[in-house]
């Protein structure tokens, strides 16, 4: 099989990865909201402090360019359409490679 083509399977698996860690930053972000879960617990904290130092470099640049949706923060799902197109332009040329 070709290199380039497995190299681009990869990447495309971590993109995948990074959607599943920015549903659960949104999830988290939902139960903190509703206060089903609490910060004072350190593991939440902890968890939600991660998850934030990762993903907020990466939306900050969207949430600048959304306009004010009164308390709505859609950049995550901008961000989820993002990486899915990136995903399938990756595979198109994936298939391109081994053809």
């Given at each position: ?7 681009i ?28 879960v ?31 949706m ?30």
């Open positions: 099989m070709n290199t380039m083509a497995e190299l399977g990869f990447i495309v698996y971590l993109l995948q990865l990074f959607i599943w860690i920015i549903i659960i930053q949104a999830i988290m972000s939902w139960l903190v909201a509703f206060n089903v609490n910060t004072s617990n350190r593991f939440v904290y902890s968890v939600l402090t991660g998850l934030d130092r990762i993903l907020n470099p990466v939306l900050r640049p969207i949430r600048r360019l959304l306009p004010d009164g308390g709505i923060d859609l950049s995550p799902l901008v961000l989820i359409l993002g990486i899915m197109l990136t995903q399938r332009l990756l595979q198109g040329l994936a298939l391109d490679l081994l053809v």
